[in-house]
């Protein structure tokens, strides 16, 4: 059974920083893209960013560009995301996804595997 745990959430204040991780368990993950997705109160859930297995390739949303930065430690089975220059627009609960793919899926259905989540949360 695959399981994603998310940590790193928290309350910030705009302009501020945080990095979130996704530690991954269950199976090997050779292969797996990895990708993180949010949600707001009442808002469908949208698509971060998202990194292959190699880390060679990484997509973010255009939201987020030049803010948020992608990335991972295999050895680890572990996936960041680096987010700078937080907005309140960024407040969501942030989730993790996996699947065994080679592309860069920005849409929920593109990914078998999910986590809990986790509360970010950016006051102005």
């Known amino acids: 059974q695959v399981q994603l745990v998310e940590s790193g959430g928290g309350l910030v204040q705009a302009g501020g920083s945080l990095r979130l991780s996704c530690a991954a368990s269950g199976r090997t993950f050779s292969g797996y893209t990895m990708a993180w997705f949010r949600q707001a109160p009442g808002k469908e859930r949208e698509f971060v960013a998202a990194i292959t297995w190699s880390a060679g390739r990484t997509l973010c949303a255009d939201s987020v560009k030049g803010r948020f930065t992608i990335s991972r430690d295999n050895a680890k089975n572990t996936v960041y995301l680096q987010m700078s220059s937080l907005k309140p627009e960024d407040t969501a609960v942030y989730y993790c996804?996996?699947?065994?793919?080679?592309?860069?899926?920005?849409?929920?259905?593109?990914?078998?595997?999910w986590g809990q989540g986790a509360q970010v949360t950016v006051s102005s």
């Open positions: 996804a996996a699947d065994r793919t080679i592309r860069l899926g920005v849409r929920p259905s593109s990914y078998r595997y």
